[in-house]
């Protein structure tokens, strides 16, 4: 049992963060126990296709120890919820810091570079796919969260967030893991809407910028209903931009696309232009803006 306990200017600090590192860490659960994460069997069968050629061995016996433990670090609390900045804050982490929690979770020795090049391997042949997806699916659960808070108060932030938690208006008990009591001090705390969460909920008490909670965000059942943009398209335009031109049903602008991707816009904006180059993507101006939308050649390569 983790509680937390809540001063009346903590509730100011409570935020939501859709976080692609956290994503993927929690994918590798779904990948471990098939059987508690039966919903996200459509994503595990693609995987396991998948992982016998990607190279992802150190990196899977850090996310899979033994005893459950992941490092904290792997999923970075604070910066900017896109992949290029969570990837840099894993980079800058201390190198006494990492090796004390990889020892943790009796995981290999890797350096932070070395984790960093086989997170964005990673994210980029397993959940860039479907990054749109987990993206949509959290952003309408933290909007829908939001507007109630402001309809009806900030309390109602944590309150039916999931069955494990319970709110009674001065801590938060998350029915997991061994007792923790803590308090914030002045920290915030953070709640990850986190689609390969579900079915339950998972803490990060070490992070540098306070405790944070991930959770199956509103809609999970509803996760696979319909394909992912196609292996074959993945393996002509790489991950990423296979998301991106898929998602350019309707125009969208660089800094659109970022925040749906995870991106940084610079690197949105690479991608576009890669697309635009090869005739998949026409831009257009809409008054200040411009924005993106799939060229004939682009829809027949979607399907």
Request: aromatic content about 6%; overall charge positive; hydrophobic content about 45%.
């Amino acid at each position: 049992m983790i509680e937390v306990r809540f001063s009346p200017d903590d509730l100011s600090r409570v935020r939501f963060v859709h976080s692609p590192l956290a994503e993927l860490v929690a994918s590798s659960w779904a990948l471990r126990k098939p059987a508690k994460y039966w919903m996200h069997r459509p994503w595990r069968e693609r995987a396991e296709r998948l992982l016998p050629d990607a190279g992802l061995e150190p990196l899977l016996a850090v996310l899979r120890s033994s005893n459950g433990y992941v490092p904290d670090f792997l999923t970075p609390i604070g910066v900017a919820p896109n992949l290029a900045a969570e990837l840099r804050a894993v980079a800058g982490t201390d190198p006494s810091r990492v090796r004390r929690q990889l020892e943790r979770a009796g995981a290999p020795r890797l350096s932070p570079d070395e984790l960093v090049t086989q997170l964005h391997r990673y994210f980029t042949v397993l959940i860039a796919p479907d990054w749109p997806r987990l993206r949509a699916l959290a952003l309408a659960d933290i909007r829908r969260r939001t507007l109630l808070a402001a309809e009806q108060g900030g309390r109602t932030l944590l309150r039916e967030v999931h069955p494990l938690i319970r709110w009674d208006g001065a801590a938060l008990r998350v029915a997991v893991g061994t007792t923790v009591p803590a308090g914030l001090d002045g920290r915030p705390w953070t709640l990850l809407p986190t689609a390969f969460s579900g079915p339950t909920v998972h803490a990060i008490m070490e992070g540098d910028a306070g405790p944070a909670l991930c959770y199956p965000p509103t809609g999970l059942g509803g996760l696979w209903d319909s394909p992912a943009p196609s292996a074959a398209l993945g393996a002509l335009l790489g991950g990423t931009r296979a998301a991106a031109l898929s998602l350019l049903d309707a125009p969208l602008s660089t800094g659109e696309l970022a925040a749906m991707l995870g991106l940084a816009p610079a690197t949105a904006s690479h991608h576009l232009t890669t697309l635009r180059d090869n005739g998949l993507i026409v831009g257009v101006r809409q008054g200040r803006v411009v924005r993106y939308a799939r060229t004939a050649l682009g829809d027949q390569l979607v399907g």
